[in-house]
């Protein structure tokens, strides 16, 4: 028996989310259909995070155990053979028994692309969130060192998210402007379920001018969800990295390519 560990980009808008669901819409589905064919055994997989349907990914890591052996290039032009075109493969490795996707991992980086223009995307549709009012990037940043550090989230997280805890600890969240991008860089040792969109849709609100750049500050320690901002829509949302120790050899993210896909 052999541990694979896979470096993964998709297409989130063509997916009902990573988790295989009973319709087998989801990326999960997807992976774990070409990995059997081409291990000729059932495969079950395992990721870094369960990303939902819309949102993207240039870095997601799964690993799987198979008893087939077979070559990183199997695992990677074979399975790419297999897959939809909004699926892809781009590296295999052979890990550690004890490597895990999910609980090996350190820090995960998450980054939302948000194009702040009057009019609305076309060609970038699905790959962009968007808000058509002028947003104060100031203020923003403002309002977004306020959830740095170790905190409870509970406002920032969605009803149904199963996590244990909403204690989080985010490191870091910088935001930037591209031309008609707004660019916003997160990253926590892990994030609850919807938190990044929560937090996109508060700074949204701060951006605007409908609260000041304390009115987030309040809202965290607030712990209500009732009262933050509504969830913002998961189309420029992108799974930026995973980070691991050195020992696991994981390659390094790339996230420059979301700016070269927009251009």
């Known amino acids: 028996m052999v541990r694979v560990a896979l470096g993964l980009e998709y297409d989130g808008s063509r997916f009902c989310g990573w988790q295989t669901q009973p319709n087998a819409c989801a990326i999960q589905d997807a992976l774990e259909v ?11 997989t395992a990721s870094a995070g369960r990303t939902d349907t819309g949102v993207h990914a240039l870095a997601q890591v799964v690993h799987f155990d198979t008893q087939a052996l077979r ?16 699926v892809s493969v781009r590296w295999a490795r052979e890990v550690s028994p004890e490597f895990h996707a ?9 980054r939302y692309v948000l194009l702040n223009r009057p009019v ?37 997280r969605a009803a149904e998210c199963q996590a244990k805890t909403p204690v989080r600890t985010l490191s870091e969240l910088n935001i930037r402007r591209v031309n008609d991008l707004l660019v916003f860089d997160l990253r926590a040792n892990a994030f609850l379920h919807h938190m990044v969109r929560n937090i996109i849709g508060g700074l949204v609100y701060v951006g605007r001018g409908k609260y000041p750049p304390m009115w987030m500050g309040e809202i965290l320690a607030g712990r209500d969800r009732k009262l933050a901002a509504p969830t913002f829509a998961p189309d420029g949302l992108y799974l930026s990295g995973v980070e691991y120790p050195p020992q696991w050899a994981i390659p390094a993210s790339d996230d420059m390519m979301i700016e070269e896909l927009l251009g």
């Open 34 to 44: 070409a990995l059997s064919e081409i291990a000729s055994e059932p495969i079950n």
């Open 71 to 86: 070559p990183e290039t199997a695992w990677v032009r074979g399975v790419n053979a297999l897959l939809p075109p909004a």
């Open 102 to 110: 999910r609980f090996s991992a350190q820090a995960r980086r998450y």
């Open 120 to 156: 609305r995307p076309g060609l970038a549709a699905g790959r962009v969130g968007w808000f058509h009012a002028p947003l104060d990037l100031e203020a923003m940043q403002c309002a977004a060192n306020q959830l740095l550090g170790e905190h409870d989230f509970s406002a920032f």
